[in-house]
T-cell receptor
Framework: GQQVMQIPQYQHVQEGEDFTTYCNSSTTLSNIQWYKQRPGGHPVFLIQLVKSGEVKKQKRLTFQFGEAKKNSSLHITATQTTDVGTYFCAATDSWGKLQFGAGTQVVVTP | DGGITQSPKYLFRKEGQNVTLSCEQNLNHDAMYWYRQDPGQGLRLIYYSQIVNDFQKGDIAEGYSVSREKKESFPLTVTSAQKNPTAFYLC????????????FGEGSWLTVV
């Protein structure tokens, strides 16, 4: 099925810094979703992007869908300790199943 | 409360025993899923069901079985044929099956000793 690759696998951030995590595919995606999983918790839906070049913001989080709809990014500004967790992107494959990337595990240092 | 309820949250079993994980949802969702997550890794799809009395294998179905006799229930059995069953199991549901937002339960930790 569809594979989405996430980089980096780990992100160690100083509190207050910005960082970006990326999600890449070799094929055109119909849409992309982002989820966050806190340590010991379950994934929670953050946002869905559908249109080419789409940009959506949620407070300090900015999500972008590439023009070619083959990649997406999540940018977090002024990182806080509450941002700790693993961020997953997910895309619908040709069989209609949602395929998850391996995730970016974010650790925040106060 | 509306949502997805998984039980038990923690389960220990001896090697060679079958174990069934429960998943119930009251969201009136048609589609339900089971994912497996290993430490530090992503989510791998075990089985999914888009409608009652129908289900399909995901990417890692070997050693697992499911049933979907009721819309709200999608239990997963981890059989003795599953070679490495210790993992975190997540049940999820969505309104429809294709590209819709997935809502997850809180998960079940299975440890086989």
């Amino acid at each position: 099925g569809q594979q989405v690759m996430q980089i980096p696998q780990y992100q160690h951030v100083q509190e207050g810094e910005d960082f970006t995590t990326y999600c890449n595919s070799s094929t055109t995606l119909s849409n992309i979703q982002w989820y966050k999983q806190r340590p010991g918790g379950h994934p929670v839906f953050l946002i869905q992007l559908v249109k080419s070049g789409e940009v959506k913001k949620q407070k300090r989080l900015t999500f972008q869908f590439g023009e070619a709809k083959k990649n997406s990014s999540l940018h977090i500004t002024a990182t806080q300790t509450t941002d700790v967790g693993t961020y997953f992107c997910a895309a619908t494959d040709s069989w209609g199943k949602l395929q998850f990337g391996a995730g970016t595990q974010v650790v925040v240092t106060p | 409360d509306g949502g997805i309820t998984q039980s038990p949250k923690y389960l220990f079993r001896k090697e060679g025993q079958n174990v069934t994980l429960s998943c119930e949802q009251n969201l009136n969702h048609d589609a339900m899923y089971w994912y497996r997550q290993d430490p530090g890794q992503g989510l791998r799809l075990i089985y999914y069901s888009q409608i009652v009395n129908d289900f399909q294998k995901g990417d890692i179905a070997e050693g697992y079985s499911v049933s979907r006799e009721k819309k709200e229930s999608f239990p997963l059995t981890v059989t003795s044929a599953q070679k490495n069953p210790t993992a975190f199991y997540l049940c999820a549901s969505s309104i429809g099956g294709s590209g819709n937002t997935i809502y997850f339960g809180e998960g079940s930790w299975l440890t086989v000793v």
